[in-house]
């Protein structure tokens, strides 16, 4: 993997939904993806979201199996296209993972609604795949988490990474142990 993209400086404060931080990561197996979940789930608590965006395929799914492993949750963490969300408890005494796949979701917030996600939040680690533009309105302290795959070669498993942290609670955050 390369090394963390040179940060920019956090956000002043009173403009918490600004950038804190930017980290970028080459990803070039589904077993790095895993592993790059279980390092992202390190730095993951109560209360905090997730937003995964990227194409079809692109390792939204894999980087989220790899939260559930370093997150310690039961169940496995399998895509929740057609369930909308799945809720996976803590086998210990962290915080459960509620993993959301709001790509057939069409409306904001007011459609994510029905799955209580508000009250979720504080005790949970929420994860929403194609959430961008739906969950936002959840909370200003939140993970952008984009996946590309390389330009060209389709059937390549590289992927670039960036992870954008948002808000005060990510402004001091040290996202760059993510490259390592």
Known sequence: ME??????PAEPSG????????VEITVTSPEQMRELGRRLAKLLRAGDLVM???EL???KTTLTRGLGEGLGVRGAVTSPTFVIARVHPSLGDGPPLVHVDAYRL???LDEMEDLDLDVSLPDSVIVVEWGEG???ELT???LRVRIDRAVGDTTDEVR????TGLGERWATADVSVLAG
Not at 15 to 22: F, I, K, L, Q, V
């Open 140 to 142: 200003e302290d939140r």
């Open 52 to 54: 995964l965006g990227g």
């Open 3 to 8: 090394a963390p993209a040179a940060q920019g």
């Open 160 to 163: 670039h990474v960036t992870v």
């Open 134 to 136: 739906k969950v936002e």
């Open 57 to 59: 395929g692109a390792g």
């Open 106 to 108: 069409s409306g904001g």
């Open 15 to 22: 403009h918490s939904s600004g950038p804190s931080a930017d």
